[in-house]
């Protein structure tokens, strides 16, 4: 896991948005509970925020260098399909 989480250079900020409580985000919950300490690990300088907010659809943000963003929606996918994102999200340089 620790090479699919070598984020890119350009990479400077990973977000994740989701709902605390709600069947649609508990495999980004899940994700997250087993993925986070190996990410920040691995990029301790790189901030990875988790934003839970009730209601909302999980997505992913990353913002690359001169403010570029990409977001992805989490929304209905499993926990492997929601790494394999994660991980093309990480080593895109946009």
């Known amino acids: 896991m620790a090479s699919k ?14 709902c605390q409580t ?3 985000s ?17 990029n ?7 934003r839970e907010a009730s209601g909302t659809e999980p997505k ?3 913002r690359y260098d001169f403010g570029k963003e990409k977001v992805i929606p989490l929304k209905g996918l499993d ?4 790494e394999q ?3 093309e999200l990480v080593k895109s340089t946009i």
């Open 85 to 87: 994102q994660v991980t």
């Open 79 to 82: 926990d492997k399909t929601i």
């Open 5 to 18: 989480y070598g984020f890119a250079k350009g990479l400077k900020e990973l977000r994740f948005l989701f």
């Open 44 to 50: 301790p300088h790189t901030p990875i925020m988790i």
């Open 26 to 42: 508990a495999a980004t919950r899940n994700f997250l509970t087993k993925s986070y300490p190996t990410m920040k690990k691995h």
């Open 60 to 62: 992913v943000f990353a």
């Open 22 to 24: 709600s069947e649609q």
